[in-house]
Structures are given as structure tokens and as C-alpha cells.
């Protein structure tokens, strides 16, 4: 048994050893076949939810209704689901009632897609009862079993659809594909949140150039936030080699840029992106606009800051633009800037008061922006004996 599945393995034996089945199941099978770095680890098992909480002294209870406990071992998290089907679904998202089973080809059934419908026990050994493997050998991605009742029971497989053909570079199945095709309205029933996060996952992985090519084949672009734009501007995102980026920031920048987005806030705001995150977004925005139309310059460099001119840069260089430069000069030319914030000065308003014995106003505000803009382009020394003199010899003071 490979890493990390030595220590979870423990919770299988003691499942197994009280009598009941236990498996590793899911994205970590997945992953394992196909040599990806692993992350959550998720167990099924015959036995009930009650029963897995006697077995284990530390559990947490996130899920019990659905037949899902969490595992504390050795200082991990695991969730152990039971064995269970599921009801009509009523919302597009959520069974109507969930059934306790003792059988892992079941449980399996009800999954998404047939890579993540595999499972290993305790041995190594592969159950692969809707052929995973064999997809993934093909590098497709398919639904367990009928691909419209997949989408009716939950419509954000298809978003998680297109994000594995990005995070994977797989196809998806020509039934899948013809089934988001002809169901793609229903993602207006899922949640924005939900939406989203699929589509950031999507923007950060291996070939994302290549999911947006499907979201605009399958039109499922109609039915995302703002997007449902002239095809073929759309259709147009799809020619850049997105895989350059590195911050999912800098994917959404892209996007706008590319789309000609012209009220981001409220593009962001539609797909309810955090505050923070499009401060990010709308500050490289803004430094992508300006050196498209005027050139690298200090007080670009020194109004986005450094994280958000290397993301300008790489962006630039995807776009093919002359004014990419190397990131090492870059990175050299911030570093030398003489300031990189108002903060960095060697002085603040109340020396400007004392220096001048003039009453606060407007005045103190714009004075330091003119220093500010003297001591970033080197044409006053940054100290406070330098300064004071400027200021006295100032004709406004």
C-alpha cells in the first residue's frame, strides 16, 4: 500500500476486523492510477454511521444524515460514508431521501463520473465495476450510466465536467458532451457559489484553454454570470495559452480583458467573487490597461505593487505583447524603486503641519502625493532633512 494511503488504511482494518467492508473510494483512486499528487482521502463502508462512531473514539458528525462521519486519526481527517442510494432529486441538487445499503456496486452507481467510481480495498486491489480505467487509459470522461439522469440529479456535474477535462487534459465522452449540450439550462438551478467554484478550478488547471473550447462548443457559457456574450467573442478566449498563468486572479483578469468586460464590479460581483479578490483582480486590471496603452513605467510598478506587476507581466507575455519584459528585471526594477508605498516615506502630514504651523485641510493630502511623486522618480532624496527643505522652499508654503 503506497502513501498516503498507509495511515487511512488503519480505519479500513478496524472496519474489516468489526466485520464490515470498508474501501477507499473516489478521487484518491483516481488519482492513484493515473500518479497525481493525492489530496482528501474519502472511505466507504457497509457499516452505519452509529456503528463507525462506536469503532473510532475521535469523530467529528458533518453529515450523519447522509451517512457521512470524519475520522480522526493521527491527527488526519477522514470521512467515512456508509453504503447508500439515493431518491429523486428534487432541486437538481439534493436527493430527496438517502437509504443505507450493504452494497458497494450500488454505492458506487450513484457517483458522477466512472473515473471517480472506482475503489480499492485493503489489498490494493481495484473494484472498477463501470470501467475506469479503461477511460482513463482513453483519457475521456464519462457518466456512470445514463448521462441526462447524471445532469437531472445533480447540474453541477457538468461544470465539474469540463473543470476535469481542464485539470486532467482529458475528452469528454461524446454522450456527456451531447448531454451538456442539450441540458445546459439547467445549471440555473445551482447555486453561483457552486458555479464558481468549479469554474475557478477550471481557470487553474492544466489545459483550461481547452475546457473553455467545450464550454463554448457545448454553449454552456449562456448560463454562466455575464457570459452569455456574441459566440464568437467568446470562442475567442479559447486561442491563448492559458496554462502560462499561475493565479487564478490573473485567469479572471484575462477573462475581462479578453471579453472587453466593461463594469467589472459588477461582473465580479454577479459571480460573487470576495472583496479581496477583486481588489486583486481590478488593480491588475488597471496595470494591464495602462501598460497596453503607455508602457512599463515606476508609478505603474509602484500603484499595483509587485505580486500584481508579475501577474501584468506573465499575462502580457501570453498575450504576445511587446511590453512583456523578463521577470527578473522586473522584479529588479521594483526593487529599486526608492519607495513602494506612502508608508515608505521618510515624513507624514503632521510634519508637513509642524514644518509649515498651518491648520490641516486639503492641502496636507496633496503635498505628500507631489513628494510621494518626487521621491519615486528620484527627484528628491527620501529623507526627512531633505524634504523639509523642499517643503520650505516650496512658493505654495
Not at 58 to 85: A, D
Not at 112 to 117: E, G, L, P, S, Y
Not at 253 to 259: C, G, P, R, W
Not at 296 to 305: A, E, F, N, P, Q
Request: proline share 3%; with cysteine; glycine share 4%.
Amino acid at each position: 500500500m503506497k502513501e498516503p494511503f498507509i495511515h487511512p488504511l488503519y480505519i479500513i482494518e478496524k472496519l474489516e476486523t468489526a466485520g464490515y467492508e470498508a474501501y477507499f473510494v473516489g478521487g484518491a483512486v483516481r488519482d492513484l492510477i493515473l500518479n497525481r499528487t493525492i489530496g482528501d482521502i474519502d472511505i466507504a463502508t457497509s457499516a452505519r454511521p452509529e456503528q463507525v462512531m462506536e469503532l473510532f473514539p475521535k469523530t467529528i458528525h458533518v453529515g450523519i444524515e447522509h451517512g457521512t462521519v470524519v475520522v480522526v486519526h493521527e491527527n488526519e481527517t477522514y470521512e467515512v460514508t456508509t453504503f447508500r442510494s439515493e431518491g429523486e432529486y428534487d432541486d437538481f441538487r439534493r436527493p430527496s431521501s438517502v437509504t443505507f445499503i450493504s452494497s458497494l456496486i450500488e454505492d458506487l452507481q450513484r457517483r458522477d463520473f466512472t473515473i471517480n467510481a472506482m475503489a480499492m480495498n485493503a489489498k490494493g486491489e481495484i473494484i472498477d465495476p463501470f470501467n475506469g480505467r479503461e477511460d482513463l487509459r482513453n483519457q475521456l470522461i464519462r457518466t456512470v450510466g445514463n448521462a441526462k439522469e447524471r445532469f437531472h440529479e445533480d447540474a453541477l456535474r457538468m461544470m465539474r465536467a469540463v473543470r476535469f477535462v481542464s485539470q486532467l487534459a482529458f475528452s469528454l465522452s461524446d454522450q456527456t458532451k451531447r448531454a451538456i449540450q442539450q441540458y445546459g439550462e439547467l445549471l440555473r438551478h445551482v447555486s453561483i457559489e457552486r458555479i464558481t467554484v468549479e469554474f475557478e478550478k477550471m481557470l487553474s488547471g492544466k489545459r483550461p484553454s481547452l475546457a473553455l473550447a467545450l464550454v463554448a462548443d457545448t454553449e454552456l457559457y449562456r448560463y454562466l454570470p455575464q457570459l452569455n456574450v456574441d459566440p464568437q467573442k467568446f470562442r475567442s478566449v479559447c486561442a491563448h495559452d492559458w496554462m502560462m498563468l499561475q493565479r487564478v486572479s490573473e485567469s479572471w483578469t484575462l477573462l475581462v480583458h479578453l471579453l472587453d468586460i466593461q463594469d467589472k464590479q459588477a461582473f465580479f460581483k454577479s459571480w460573487k467573487l470576495s472583496n479581496k479578490q477583486i481588489k486583486d483582480i481590478q488593480l491588475q486590471s488597471i496595470g494591464l490597461r495602462d501598460v497596453l496603452e503607455n508602457g512599463w513605467s515606476k508609478r505603474i510598478m509602484y500603484t499595483i505593487g509587485e505580486q500584481a506587476s508579475v501577474s501584468v507581466n506573465r499575462i502580457l507575455q501570453l498575450l504576445r505583447s511587446n511590453e512583456y519584459m523578463n521577470e527578473h528585471e522586473l522584479l529588479y526594477i521594483y526593487s529599486e524603486l526608492p519607495i513602494h508605498s506612502l508608508k515608505d516615506l521618510d515624513i507624514n502630514g503632521q510634519d508637513l503641519l509642524v514644518w509649515t504651523g498651518k491648520k490641516g485641510g486639503p492641502w496636507v493630502s496633496q503635498l505628500l502625493k507631489e513628494i510621494e511623486e518626487k521621491v519615486l522618480y528620484n527627484e528628491l532624496m527620501n529623507t526627512k532633512s531633505s524634504i523639509r527643505k523642499w517643503v520650505q522652499s516650496c512658493s505654495q508654503i
